[in-house]
């Protein structure tokens, strides 16, 4: 399966359950809840020291495993993103392979010549008012965050309609960064890197 989208993600000010409790307050209803395992595996050849994060990612692949209390899917992810000068994500893509088991195509991918490299948990909850749904992420040991994904249904398409919709919902997010990027920061966080 491939998909294409345009998105924002943003830092929340405080946690997510402040954010949660303030989307209730603005007659946001509960959509979806779920759990999101990722495995970072890259190629053994890549001289981690002497490349950038964002380099890095840029060769991995993700073996994904999402759960909510009815559904259990399996799949190894392979992301593709355009970035400008400036960092902002212009145009991004992922391959989606749907797998059995997780631990299995780790082994497999080790054995042929990939590396985990890190590990990332997230607890996810949709909101929505009418068709406008947030995405509220909260990473275990990270900053918590919200995703907001371009809708023709709710007629916001690019990044500036979805920044203009954020600021008229008056969303407690920090604004100065539209593409914060978890991975990024998390494999900083890894490698003892500062991030930038």
């Keep these: 399966m491939n998909s294409e989208n345009n998105e924002i993600t943003l ?29 970072y595996l890259v190629p053994d050849s890549l001289d981690l020291k002497n490349m950038t994060s964002r380099e890095i990612l840029a060769k991995a692949l993700i073996i994904r495993r999402v759960e909510d209390e009815n559904r259990k899917e399996k799949y190894i992810t392979f992301k593709k993103k355009d970035f400008d000068d400036k960092g902002n994500i212009l145009k991004q893509s992922a ?13 497999l991918l080790n054995a042929i010549g ?9 607890h996810d909850v ?56 978890k ?7 890894v490698l003892g890197k500062n991030h930038s």
């Design 114 to 122: 990939y590396k985990t490299i890190m590990k990332a948990t997230e």
């Design 183 to 189: 991975a990024e920061i998390i494999l900083d966080k």
């Design 11 to 39: 830092k929340i000010k405080g946690s997510a359950a402040d954010l949660i409790t303030y989307l209730k307050t603005r007659e946001y209803k509960m959509k979806e809840k779920f759990h999101l395992y990722d495995t």
């Design 95 to 107: 391959i989606h392979l749907g797998i059995l088991d997780t631990k299995k195509a780790e082994e």
């Design 126 to 181: 949709v909101y929505a008012k009418g068709d406008f749904g947030i995405l509220v992420k909260d990473v275990e040991g990270q900053d918590d965050l919200i995703e907001i994904e371009a809708s023709d249904k709710e007629g916001l398409r690019t990044v500036e309609e979805l920044v203009k919709k954020v600021k008229e919902e008056k969303l407690p997010v920090e604004m100065d960064n539209y593409f914060v990027k």
